[in-house]
């Protein structure tokens, strides 16, 4: 089953307002049990750019869709030239406060959970364990044909060996490490087959119009189910696949609190919506609680 792309949302004016007080995001951690779900926001301030915020990147750059993907050569082409660019610059982005917070948090037993939209890895870069990866992640390639799951690494190495020289200036980078380049940029580039079986290689993340796994779903619903309360940060909540959680746990009476400086789609289902930059807010909330956020960023 796949789902039809979602890539944005207009809010509507009766929106509840945001406010900036930390407080509710204190009470909910000191409480702990808190499950986490965390979007693009959370990574800006590593220099990855978000989709819908401020400057986001679908204001320039419409993202690989599923059908596109699977069903044109000539996209997949243009798929893996952007995103093997991008890569350069994506694999070495680093984990901010917003991260580190995270973890700190997780460490001290405030959380019963991560569950990230992301696919940038840097929460387990910050040093969090157990994060659950609804959308995948940038650092495995996946063949369509025999399944076969490999490192990114290796197919940056064998896509830099077949495309000697290719360095074009990239206008940007996108959250799904996908660089901006031209048709001319792209140019012949050259995509390689699996190692195993020849076929079609595809980063493992959830392409816009995939349906995520349903184990997946169901595993983040358990997640939400033992949860005392949902924390998100730094999400627009405008794909159902994370929405579903907000949803979910409201339904169930649990507090819903979300850090992001935009409306986003769960603000009616949240008790608050605290619009401040997630790295101040989450290290003033460790703060609070005397909780050091240390830099435990994962080596490698």
Known sequence: MRMRPTLSWTPVEDLPPATTDLAPVADALGAGGVLVLSGAGISTESGIPDYRGEGGSLSRHTPMTYQDFTGSAHARRRYWARSHLGWRTFGRARSNAGHRAVAAFGRHGLLSGVITQNVDGLHQDAGSEGVVELHGSLARVVC????????RRELARRLEEANAGFAPVAAGINPDGDADLTDEQVGDFSVVPCTVCGGVLKPDVVFFGEAVPPD??????????????????????TVMSGLRF?????????????????????DRE???????????????????LGIPVDDHTVAG
């Open 144 to 151: 369509l044909t025999c399944g076969d799951l490999s490192p």
């Open 216 to 237: 997946r779903v169901e595993h983040c619903r358990d997640l939400v189910r033992e949860a005392a309360s949902l924390l998100v940060l730094g999400s627009s909540l």
């Open 246 to 266: 907000v949803r979910q746990a409201a339904r169930a009476g649990k507090p819903v609190v979300i850090v992001n400086r935009d409306p986003t789609r769960g």
């Open 270 to 288: 949240a008790l608050t919506r605290v619009a401040l930059p997630l790295g101040t807010a989450l290290t003033s909330v460790a703060g609070r």
